[in-house]
């Protein structure tokens, strides 16, 4: 049952104060919601409260909750102890490939190079969460020693792979280059690698750089030397990875020879090698043998690079000094001008090999050279059978990689669909909420300023933005509008569908889809939801909508619904929500001078719950009501900083949305009788059909 707030509510000096009591629990009755009248006042639509406090807000007239301070015996959130899950271990890169050795389960990793602009650097985060969420057990990110690499722009190579680790949730490999640095130089991009949460590093010797400076005299020069330093300074701290070359380095004297190289690199404390790229499936199959009959045992993962283009392949071929097999040349040859033809060529080519290679039982898995280019990896993976389209959830929210976050497991709803923002928000935590949600006034989430960070930034580009949300916008409906194309996926009048919103980073969940008809009616009449849930009552943890958590298990949800709307709509609802017992609340506008709830505020609400075979329940999402106050700063300032600002300052459109980020308010409602069928929607067609009433009276 919901737990009830004792708090007064308005302004001691000022005379539109009410007192809301706190609530009592009837025997098997559930809550009722009580209300008393201070000086003369009742709560009701007829006293138009919110309407009332928006308007104080409006004149500078201060109508702010205070609450009762006692805390609840025990403490804060006491009384979740059942709701303890297992904390979890972090399994380093080179534990999870030996495990999926052992497994006999085929792997496929990634790799990407730092784009160029700004506007490639969020487009490449965008296919980050794509090609990711296929199950690539691991990223890497390639190092350019003279563009930055250890810079703080979108574009540097440690800004690519902070982005891909803590906000995209890969486990992420960032290359190094050691050639002409010192071990000065090396240490600082290995401590910032640290900080960022990178624990796996490609060492590489890297090439010269044409007209660079000279080697200092202490200036490393061979990638077993970058092992070594890094071993040294680090310890087993960094999972190393090397690279090894099927056909042999241009440079090297031999093939032998570079075996010998290979073999020290390993020695000196490499955990795994990738190879280069090659054109023929045996160059792999002779390479892991002679690796193996000179002493190395580390597992060798092929790197395959799909033929995309004549001109990338002739580039590709210039930089790594490799020939073409003549075979090859001849079918590419008459097809130069034909780019769709080369290209699946090349994507048959690559899923030949790969399937040659697993037959052979000689690659653990496969290590795709991507060219930020997903099409065609993406097809590979899927024809030899390794892209995952539904990969089983850990979580109901998606897990980061950072090892500061490997036990985190309870993490407040509101965020729901802005993760990277809350990994944003907290990513200064030293610890982090594992079975329970504890007080999340300590530590304090952090400021959210950085709109312009391109981890944080709506991908989609302007032009594209205002298609969708309303080139001109010239009344509240026209917005409502917008919320209701969301949810439904009908096309606007443009023909354009609404994809994305401010307050969402990626489109619409499954089990959206199954409350679509329902939201899309609410917000055509004014209540503008922004996150939701349906109630779910012991559904399987395998579930292809609803599942997640360890196999064999069952999850639950309470209904959840979090909604902009209009002061009156608010005043309708806080009169009837006693007729809810089971219906917590929180009511609050953009100044937090408007602050209603009956959840007790050292409490929270475990919204989704599960239980797994051999572990304690564990309880991934809660309504906090001290986190939603943090929320309700970021969800009213996206109004403005991401829908208002695509208009000019003076117009019609920007005024609009500014008006009503000002006076609308923000509400949650968690209806706890999860096992019937929820009645919030019950609750808000009342509310609506109350206010047509009311509006219908007044004419």
């Not at 609308?664 to 968690?670: F, I, P, Q, R, S």
Request: a negative charge; one cysteine or more; proline letters at 6%.
């Amino acid at each position: 049952m919901p737990e009830s707030a004792v708090g007064d509510i308005g302004n001691e000096d000022s005379p539109s104060s009410v007192v809301l009591m706190s609530s009592v629990v009837g025997q098997g009755q559930g809550q009722v919601l009580h209300q008393q009248q201070q000086q003369q006042h009742a709560l009701r639509p007829s006293s138009s409260f919110c309407s009332s406090l928006a308007s104080d807000s409006e004149s500078g007239m201060d109508s702010e909750v205070e609450w009762d301070e006692e805390p609840p015996e025990g403490g804060y959130n006491d009384g979740d102890e059942a709701a303890v899950s297992v904390p979890g271990a972090y399994m380093t890169l080179r534990d999870k490939i030996h495990e999926r050795i052992k497994a006999g389960d085929k792997f496929f990793s990634l790799e990407f190079f730092p784009p160029r602009t700004k506007a490639g650097a969020v487009n490449l985060l965008s296919m980050f969460e794509r090609m990711g969420s296929a199950g690539a057990l691991f990223i890497d990110v390639t190092w350019h020693p003279a563009g930055n690499p250890a810079g703080e722009t979108e574009t540097s190579s440690m800004g690519i792979a902070n982005a891909a680790l803590n906000y995209c949730g890969l486990e992420t490999m960032l290359h190094m280059t050691c050639l002409g640095k010192t071990p000065q130089v090396i240490g600082e991009y290995l401590e910032k690698a640290k900080r960022l949460g990178v624990r796996n590093v490609l060492a590489l010797r890297g090439d010269p750089i044409p007209g660079g400076e000279p080697d200092q005299p202490d200036a490393l020069h061979h990638a077993v030397d970058l092992v070594k330093l890094i071993r040294q300074t680090t310890g087993r701290h960094f999972v190393i990875g090397v690279a090894g070359y099927p056909c042999g380095h241009p440079e090297a004297e031999s093939y032998e020879k570079d075996l010998e190289y290979l073999k020290e690199k390993v020695d000196a404390g490499a955990d795994l090698v990738i190879t280069q790229l090659f054109f023929k499936a045996e160059h792999f199959v002779q390479f892991e043998a002679d690796c193996r009959r000179v002493g190395i045992t580390v597992p060798i993962i092929p790197g395959v690079m799909p033929i995309q283009s004549y001109d990338s392949l002739r580039h590709i071929v210039k930089l790594s000094k490799l020939q073409v097999p003549d075979e090859i040349k001849g079918i590419l040859e008459p097809l130069k001008w034909n780019h769709e033809a080369i290209r699946n060529f090349g994507i048959r080519h690559a899923v030949d090999m790969i399937r040659t290679l697993f037959r052979a039982g000689v690659a653990p898995g496969v290590h795709l050279y991507t060219l930020n280019r997903e099409v065609a990896s993406e097809r590979i993976l899927k024809e030899v059978g390794l892209w995952d389209s539904g990969p089983q959830r850990c979580l109901p929210w998606k897990t980061a990689a950072n090892v500061k976050r490997c036990k985190e497991d309870v993490r407040p709803i509101f965020w729901a669909r802005r993760p990277k923002s809350y990994v944003y928000r907290t990513q200064k935590w030293d610890e982090f909420p594992n079975g329970r949600w504890g007080n999340s006034q300590s530590p304090a989430f952090g400021e959210l300023k950085d709109y312009y960070l391109f981890y944080l930034k709506n991908s989609t580009p302007k032009e594209e933005l205002l298609s969708m949300w309303g080139e001109r916008l010239t009344c509240e409906k026209d917005v409502w509008g917008v919320f209701e194309r969301f949810i439904s996926g009908e096309i606007n009048e443009h023909g354009v569908k609404v994809t994305t919103m401010p307050w969402s980073d990626a489109e619409l969940e499954p089990e959206t889809f199954l409350l679509k008809d329902k939201l899309a009616e609410l917000n055509r009449k004014g209540i503008l939801t922004i996150n939701s849930q349906p109630s779910v009552n012991g559904m399987s943890s395998e579930d292809p909508t609803h599942g997640w958590g360890p196999k064999g298990g069952y999850v639950y949800q309470k209904a959840y619904l979090e909604f902009f709307t209009a002061p009156d709509v608010v005043d309708h609802l806080l009169a009837l929500l006693p007729a809810f017992p089971t219906v917590n609340f929180h009511v609050i506008d953009k100044r937090g001078r408007v602050n209603l709830t009956n959840i007790n505020k050292h409490r929270c609400i475990a919204v989704t719950w599960g239980v797994f075979p051999g572990m304690e329940i564990v309880q991934p999402t809660v309504v906090d009501p001290r986190s939603f106050k943090v929320w309700k700063d970021e969800a009213f300032e996206l109004w403005t900083e991401q829908w208002g600002k695509l208009y000019p300052g003076d117009s019609e459109s920007s005024r609009l949305i500014e008006s009503i980020a000002n006076s609308y308010l923000l509400v949650n409602l968690v209806d706890n009788e999860y096992i019937q069928p929820t009645r919030l929607w019950e609750l808000l067609d009342a509310v609506l059909k109350r206010k047509a009433a009311t509006s219908t009276a007044d004419r």
